[in-house]
């Protein structure tokens, strides 16, 4: 399938676009033609990851808007849907990327404020985006794709507040599947493993880098981790034609690493 003129002048939603997967995405989107809104908390990396679509897209800045705000917000959320539809006149594709891990996410360290924090971001302003974008979506028979995790199905005891956020998101993308199907909305998720991304910017580094290389390893497929590209190709599928009568599922993109079982 010629994907460029698949997407060419869409208008995408990504959240989460200033790093990681969510900028990936991005930059994937604008190489095939879309209209692409980059939304996240720093103004400074989303400015980066939009000179990295105008230098992929042809260097035409009508074709982007930036929108910086914490999506725990409602007013920001609905300012999201609200200046891209006043920009572009509709919404095709939502990508509700952005999403939060912190060390209190373990059984032994969980604090309420992580819980609420964890919760607000990779649950909460999920669903009201999603609500938020709804109607827009109806118009151009659009879909979205959500961005869950292999923690959503695999049993982290140091991630069990995250992990809990994730199957949320499993089971929200497959009653909005069903609810909206009837509007012509398709939802679908992938379900990443472990990416080398900012989401652990809140960890020690040093240990960070160990364990990403030691999980790596554990990957029956290539025997590493997966890059944002990798994850970002398959975003792009489900949100193509190609994918016409796909809805309801969550794609695990993980090298096999599902396949060992629970904690691994």
Do not use: W
């Not at 609500?131 to 005891?157: M, Q, R, W």
């Not at 199957?167 to 993308?173: E, G, I, K, L, P």
């Not at 900012?198 to 025997?223: C, I, K, Q, W």
């Amino acid at each position: 399938m010629n994907m460029s003129k698949d997407f060419k002048d869409k208008v995408v939603v990504i959240t989460g676009a200033s790093s990681g997967i969510g900028e990936c995405t991005a930059i994937l989107f604008a190489q095939h033609g879309a209209n692409v809104v980059l939304c996240g908390r720093d103004e400074r990396r989303l400015s980066s990851a939009l000179q990295k679509c105008l230098e992929k897209s042809g260097g035409n800045s009508d074709k982007f808007l930036i929108i910086q705000g914490d999506l725990s917000d409602a007013s920001v959320r609905q300012k999201i849907i609200q200046q891209t539809v006043d920009k572009f006149g509709r919404l095709d594709i939502l990508v509700p990327n952005a999403g939060i891990i912190l060390e209190e996410s373990s059984i032994a360290r969980a604090t309420e404020d992580a819980f609420d924090q964890i919760m607000n971001v990779n649950v909460k302003a999920v669903f009201f985006l999603i609500k938020e974008a709804i109607p827009h979506l109806e118009k151009t028979k659009g879909c979205i794709v959500n961005v869950s995790s292999t923690g959503s199905t695999l049993v982290y005891p140091d991630e069990i507040i995250y992990s809990m956020s994730k199957a949320a998101v499993d089971h929200m993308t497959r009653t909005f599947a069903l609810g909206l199907a009837p509007k012509g909305i398709r939802v679908n998720a992938i379900n990443p493993t472990l990416v080398k991304t900012n989401v652990y910017r809140s960890y020690n580094a040093e240990g960070v880098a160990t364990f990403m290389e030691d999980y790596g390893r554990l990957h029956p497929l290539h025997g590493r981790n997966s890059t944002c590209e990798e994850q970002a190709n398959v975003i792009l599928f489900l949100a193509s034609s190609d994918a016409n009568f796909v809805t309801g599922e969550c794609i695990k993109v993980d090298g096999g690493i599902t396949l060992r079982g629970a904690s691994n």
